[in-house]
């Protein structure tokens, strides 16, 4: 929050025009490092998954298809039913990345979706270190160097490098420091009308990335503001009225912006209410893991992971950056404001992001944690991970480092002028400059944050779809209003190759099942289309790679599934089960047709 009275909060404006060398050295670096964390992908870029989260990468190339596939036909990219035919899936209540997907749209018609997944990951890595560098240098330090680390770790933590296997909208966090700065500016006199309209627009753009990101930077907004209130009684309550009007302000334009997509969430078709079973809520960060490497660093073990890595890697700073931590804590505390704001937000985030039990090295211990008092049934907090809230403690870290580097800068530029004796003028020499403080508090930062540096994300080999598939082999057999059945049919367990069927075709054909959260029976939020029965039989199937005694029953089950997909033509393409399951529907569907590459059951005539 801006407060013209203490330069503790923010450091004195430099004049308008600034070198522009130092930012373009800072960005260039940044995409370097993108590109870097991302180069497995590109030694085969049309032919290479994630090897961590094979079906998270599939499904967001299957994304980047679904923008270019939304605005060529001029369709509601709220909703989609090429997915989970007939019933659609609800792409507002699924992470469905459509403030990326749809400018980035011509890009990925000419591209192609493989390409442009990877394209866009190793730049919004590159872009979330960039605004972080812009947020740091402009607001809160003076050393470009200080900036630029700080950046470097909010754009590349261990957290976000780990999300980056697969998860992309974790690591879109750009417009997240515009965000935070925009908050903390709304009590400027006078500017509350722009500053309001200006944080309005970017939290309703940020809607459409990642809303729980939003919500974890406006939680992370509201400790800082008590924080500061806390701290600045005064500077509060004289621009509280300020503060509050640019709040409304920009409430009520993200509101008036977003209103019909929140309603087409929560309220539209294949919309749900919270998970069944609330799956995510039991997710703490383990203790252990605050000091530990994370798997996807140069220092990373990835056998640790039988042993703690159960939950998402979220914090893994390992034991040099939190000693590091500590000791920058303990220094900057007492004179800076930002260090104690910095301060507060690790304490509550570390310890919000434990869960329900603690636990330690991988035990679950009897220990109850914060969540374990939080109903399960509070709206949004049934859709949160607990461990994900550490994403706050890993940026606050990267704010740490930049505060600390900056003050072994100034340290080093100016000294500290010496208390004034008895007689003598308030404007004694100041000390001679202290010239090793920065070589040391530089050294001890690249000591805790090599270890981090990160590896390039791995990446294994996929098999390409059937020629049958790529060429248009599929259009004969596929009218208007008809679906093509692969086998196996996707879900969130199986079918990972024939979900990547539907995005490398740019989507011309609707398939059944998918990789999706959508309602059951209940209405509570599912992954994955319910399993018809001969969706079941065929993963059973492949699953015990032995052909089931089958009955009349299950061949009439078959064409009523059929009907109900709206099937027109059902297709086996290679396949390490291949044989088993050409047996099981050949069995329950009659011989089959050799076109191409694949096994082809033309259906029409048997579904009506």
Not at 56 to 66: C, K, M, R, V, Y
Not at 369 to 383: A, F, I, K, N, R
Not at 513 to 530: M, S
């Amino acid at each position: 929050m801006t407060d013209p009275t203490s330069a503790e909060v923010e450091p004195t404006r430099r004049p308008r025009r600034r070198p522009a060398r130092a930012d373009l050295l800072a960005l260039g670096a940044y995409v370097l490092l993108g590109v870097f964390v991302c180069l497995n992908y590109w030694g085969d870029v049309t032919g290479r998954v994630s090897s961590h989260l094979p079906t998270d990468h599939s499904w967001f190339e299957w994304l980047f298809a679904h923008g270019a596939y939304s605005l060529r036909h001029l369709e509601n990219p709220l909703f989609t039913a090429r997915q989970n035919a007939p019933d659609g899936v609800n792409m507002m209540a699924n992470t469905s990345l459509l403030g990326v997907t749809l400018p980035l749209a011509p890009l990925t018609m000419l591209l192609g979706p493989q390409v442009m997944y990877a394209l866009y990951l190793g730049g919004a890595l590159a872009a979330t270190a960039g605004t972080a560098y812009w947020m740091l240098s402009r607001h809160l330090v003076r050393s470009r160097a200080a900036a630029f680390v700080g950046g470097a770790f909010l754009g590349f933590a261990p957290g976000i490098i780990h999300h980056a296997n697969g998860q992309p909208n974790f690591v879109s966090n750009f417009l997240l420091p515009l965000i935070v700065v925009r908050v903390l500016r709304l009590g400027e006199p006078g500017r509350w009308l722009r500053n309001g309209l200006a944080l309005g627009a970017l939290v309703a753009y940020q809607i459409f990335i990642n809303e729980e990101m939003l919500l974890l930077t406006a939680l992370a907004c509201l400790v800082v503001v008590l924080a500061y209130a806390v701290q600045r009684p005064r500077a509060t309550r004289a621009m509280a009225g300020t503060f509050l009007a640019g709040m409304g302000v920009a409430g009520g334009l993200a509101l008036t912006l977003t209103a019909y997509p929140i309603w087409f969430q929560f309220d539209g078709p294949q919309s749900y209410r919270g998970l069944q079973g609330g799956v995510f809520h039991n997710w703490g960060e383990d203790l252990v893991a605050f000091v530990t490497f994370a798997r996807d660093t140069w220092a990373g073990d990835p056998e640790v992971e039988k042993t703690i890595g159960l939950t998402e890697q979220n914090t893994w700073f390992g034991w040099p950056l939190v000693l590091l931590s500590l000791v920058a804590l303990v220094l900057l505390v007492r004179r800076s404001l930002a260090t104690r704001v910095v301060a507060v937000l690790v304490v509550v985030f570390t310890v919000a992001s434990i869960g329900p039990w603690v636990r330690f090295d991988g035990v679950e211990t009897d220990i109850p944690g914060p969540w374990s008092y939080v109903s399960d049934d509070l709206p949004l907090v049934e859709m949160m991970m607990p461990t994900r809230l550490a994403l706050v403690v890993a940026a606050a870290v990267g704010v740490l480092l930049a505060l600390f580097c900056d003050a072994a800068a100034r340290q080093a530029r100016a000294g500290l002028a010496p208390a004034p004796r008895a007689g003598e003028p308030a404007t004694a020499p100041v000390a001679p400059r202290r010239r090793w403080l920065r070589p040391l508090g530089y050294a001890a930062v690249a000591l805790a944050l090599l270890p981090l540096f990160p590896r390039p994300l791995p990446a294994q080999q996929i098999d390409p779809p059937p020629h049958f598939i790529t060429a248009g082999g599929w259009r004969p057999y596929v009218p208007a209003g008809r679906t093509l059945v692969p086998v196996p049919i996707p879900s969130n367990v199986h079918g990972l190759p024939t979900l990547r069927w539907s995005a490398l075709t740019e989507q011309e054909f609707p398939i059944p099942g998918g990789y999706f959260i959508g309602p059951n029976e209940l209405g509570e939020g599912v992954f994955g289309a319910p399993n018809r029965p001969t969706s079941s039989l065929i993963y059973s199937t492949m699953d015990k790679g032995v052909l089931p005694p089958l009955t009349d029953e299950n061949r009439r089950q078959a064409v009523e599934d059929l009907r109900f997909w709206r099937a027109s033509v059902v297709v086996l393409g290679a396949h390490p089960r291949e044989a088993v399951l050409r047996e099981l529907v050949t069995a329950l569907l009659g011989p089959p047709q050799r076109v191409d590459d694949v096994w082809v059951w033309d259906v029409r005539a048997l579904v009506g």
